[in-house]
């Protein structure tokens, strides 16, 4: 059984969308799913100018879950610059809204901010409040990007970490992946670094000694971590089995997927417990969502 924490599908009705959307419908997702072996799974609405010219909004993903409530997981979605651009806002009451209509978390939360601008530090605030996960992209000053704005260290991570000790994060994409090794550098933590795994990486530090960050091994970012040193990052999801989560990140129909295989292998392989492989798959989604 595999719950999916990371997927993106957008219901259009308008041809005139869906002539320039390149997201799954729902019915596509559902396929995917179904040849995949995927029981259910997380949508995240993007909602942020940074990620393309199809945005999409909660309500969206609330009515694809009243589709197929057996299936879709939704989560909520908000930038903090909504509400006059104000540092100050108070998101909690739209937050506790969403959160009575089915959303178990906020995400794919990919702001092209600093993590310590005061308007994120205010949503996270409130993120934190209300009880929800958040789920997020990391990426660098660069323009071109989207995603909260870090070093190549994730040291703003760190900060938000520890300010906010009992908000869940759940991090994804090529800068986060990246830091499963020592060698992540300026020149190669956006990117997808191949070779061994050398020692000192700050994603298993982070993931040691803060216990409200856990992994979502969706794209090919996460993909990539695990595989490029496959003894490293199948004990690396032994090691951390409580906090790891498997995702996909399916965007587009008939987009390649290889988490599964992955995670089968890793199995095989005697690197990887039944249990921790069983934890991975769905019982720390259904832990954290309280599905």
């Not at 179904?34 to 969206?60: A, Y």
């Not at 323009?143 to 994730?154: A, E, M």
Request: with cysteine; charged share 20%.
């Amino acid at each position: 059984m595999f719950i999916d924490i990371h997927t993106h599908t957008i219901l259009l009705h308008d041809q005139r969308q869906r002539a320039i959307s390149r997201w799954t419908s729902p019915d596509e997702l559902l396929s995917m799913w179904d040849d995949l072996g995927i029981e259910k799974g997380v949508i995240l609405p993007l909602v942020h100018h940074e990620i393309g010219s199809i945005l999409q909004t909660t309500e969206n993903a609330l009515d694809i879950y009243n589709l197929h409530p057996d299936r879709i997981i939704p989560f909520c979605n908000m930038d903090p610059r909504w509400q006059y651009d104000n540092k100050d806002n108070d998101f909690t009451p739209v937050l506790e809204h969403y959160k009575s209509l089915g959303c178990k978390g906020l995400g794919e939360f990919v702001a092209h901010l600093p993590w310590d601008d005061d308007r994120v530090l205010n949503l996270l605030s409130h993120v934190e409040k209300v009880g929800l996960p958040l789920l997020f992209h990391v990426s660098s000053t660069e323009r071109g990007q989207y995603g909260l704005i870090d070093d190549y260290k994730l040291s703003k991570l760190e900060f938000v970490l520890k300010t906010f000790p009992k908000l869940q994060f759940i991090g994804h994409s090529m800068g986060f992946w990246s830091n499963i090794s020592g060698d992540a550098s300026p020149d190669n933590w956006m990117g997808y670094p191949t070779g061994p795994v050398t020692p000192g990486g700050r994603l298993p530090e982070l993931m040691q000694n803060y216990d409200n960050l856990w992994a979502d091994i969706s794209a090919g970012s996460g993909n990539n971590a695990l595989v490029r040193d496959k003894e490293f990052g199948f004990r690396f999801m032994e090691q951390f089995q409580d906090r790891v989560l498997f995702g996909t990140d399916i965007c587009g129909p008939g987009q390649g997927v290889q988490q599964v295989d992955t995670m089968n292998e890793a199995l095989a392989s005697g690197l990887l417990s039944r249990e921790a492989y069983e934890k991975i798959n769905h019982r720390n989604a259904e832990k954290l969502l309280g599905l």
